[in-house]
């Protein structure tokens, strides 16, 4: 039996279908390529010639794992993605652009920031805030 993985234009697997080859109608405007890919590692690479590739950690970089519990120390993530979809501590999730955040809070504690893109694997990013002296 064939695989048939349809994606959309980031590269972002959406759908795999088994059997012939999806007919005109039934592919809606949707790209495709032969093979399975799956939906949790891999992602349709379209740099070249559209082809299924595993994903990587989404790139960033962390100017420091532990700030003062002060909300005014903070924490500097930059070279992610743009854009980058970010899960906050408290479950809030945001599409950034501009390729940097920064995360600053007033009590105590570890806290975990999460990244994704649809090209990348999730990433967890670890803050250690302690108490201000």
């Known amino acids: 039996m064939n695989k048939w993985t349809s994606y959309k234009v980031s590269g972002e697997i959406e759908a795999v279908y088994g059997g012939q080859e999806p007919v005109e109608e039934e592919l809606d405007g949707l790209a495709f390529v032969a093979g399975e890919g799956d939906y949790d590692t891999q992602f349709i690479d379209v740099s070249d010639s559209p082809v299924i590739a595993d994903q990587v950690q989404t790139p960033f970089t962390q100017n420091k794992p532990s700030i003062i519990a002060d909300a005014v120390d903070e924490c500097d993530i930059s070279g992610l993605p ?52």
């Open 82 to 133: 743009d854009p980058c979809t970010v899960t906050w501590p408290d479950g809030q999730i945001d599409e950034v652009t501009g390729g940097s955040i920064q995360y600053s809070v007033d009590y105590p504690g570890d806290y975990v920031i999460k990244l994704k893109t649809p090209i990348n694997l999730e990433t967890e990013v670890y803050i250690e805030a302690t108490p201000v002296i």
